[in-house]
Structure formats: structure tokens, C-alpha cells
């Protein structure tokens, strides 16, 4: 099994930044990709950024060039850098891990059923 553990998360003022973290255990060795979704309560769960295990990143274009994936060498962490962070922002971000290679953050989303998740963390954007 694959447990994911977010520690990040908060609430934020309009056009600030924040870092999200989420920490991978367990059988480690099954996650080949992993992805950030995000859900508001009038969106379903999207996915918005995904890294491949050789680290090949993929975006959707309402995020790219604002929030940056990256994972660690031991790709046990995955961090997901916001910036200049708008209320449209605002939802409940979510960690994905998955046992195949990423191809685009399109397919992953459609794959989402086959994650690995974790509980998500409430992000919140004021203007």
C-alpha cells in the first residue's frame, strides 16, 4: 500500500504564494508518477500537475508558469510552489501517486481512479 501525508495547506492573502508538500511511504517502489488535483465545491476533482519518475513535468495551462511540480531525489516528497495565488485558487488540493508513467497531466486525470491518494489539504485565497 502507498500512503500519502500532506503537512501544507493554509489560507493566504490575493497574490501571495504558498508551498504545498505531500510525503510518500510504504511500497514506494509502485509509484512510477505522480500529480496534484484540485476540487472546488462547484468543480470536480482536476488534475492540474503531474511529474514523471524521471521527473518530465506536465501541466494544464490555467496553472503553467505559476505553479511549478518538482519531487525529491528519493521521490518520497512531491512540492507544488504557487504563485501570485488568486481567490479562484481557493479549493482542496489533493496528492495523486500512480503505479505507471505519466504521459500528459490529461491522462492522469482520466486515470485518477487507479491513484493512490491522500486525505487533501484546504487552501483558501482572500482578495
Known amino acids: 500500500q502507498v500512503h500519502l501525508v500532506y503537512p501544507g495547506g493554509g489560507s493566504l492573502q490575493s497574490a501571495g504564494s504558498l508551498r504545498l508538500s505531500c510525503a510518500v511511504s510504504?511500497?514506494?517502489?509502485?509509484?512510477?508518477?505522480m500529480a496534484w488535483f484540485r476540487q472546488t465545491p462547484t468543480t470536480e476533482r482536476e488534475a492540474i500537475a503531474g511529474?514523471?519518475?524521471?521527473?518530465?513535468?506536465s501541466y494544464v495551462e490555467s496553472v503553467k508558469c505559476r505553479f511549478t511540480i518538482s519531487q525529491d531525489n528519493t521521490r518520497t516528497t512531491l512540492y507544488l510552489p504557487m504563485y501570485s495565488l488568486t481567490p479562484e485558487a481557493t479549493a482542496i488540493y489533493y496528492c495523486?501517486?500512480?503505479?505507471?508513467?505519466?504521459?500528459?497531466?490529461?491522462?492522469?486525470?482520466?486515470?485518477?481512479?487507479?491513484?493512490?491518494w491522500g486525505q487533501g489539504t484546504q487552501v483558501t485565497v482572500s482578495s
Open positions: 495523486a501517486a500512480f503505479p505507471f508513467r505519466m504521459s500528459t497531466i490529461h491522462d492522469l486525470g482520466v486515470l485518477a481512479g487507479r491513484a493512490f
Open positions: 510504504g511500497s514506494t517502489d509502485r509509484v512510477h508518477s
Open positions: 511529474i514523471d519518475r524521471d521527473d518530465t513535468t
